[in-house]
């Protein structure tokens, strides 16, 4: 579960796992997927801010 703002309806929200569509791993975390209460579909995107810069480059 996880907070966030859909840029649809501006609602910030608590998303639980069967709203969650999709997750996507990318070079920099993760992309989430997901359908707003409003059912938006919106992406959440999370940072590996601690990731080793060779895996930051790919």
Not at 20 to 48: E, N, P, Q
Request: net charge positive; with cysteine.
């Amino acid at each position: 579960m996880f907070a966030n703002v859909c840029t649809r309806c501006g609602t910030q929200e608590l998303v639980f796992t069967d709203q969650i569509r999709s997750l996507r791993k990318t070079a920099h975390g993760f992309d989430v997927r997901y359908v707003c209460s409003c059912g938006a579909t919106a992406t959440w995107h999370v940072d590996r801010a601690d990731a080793p810069a060779a895996a930051q480059a790919a």
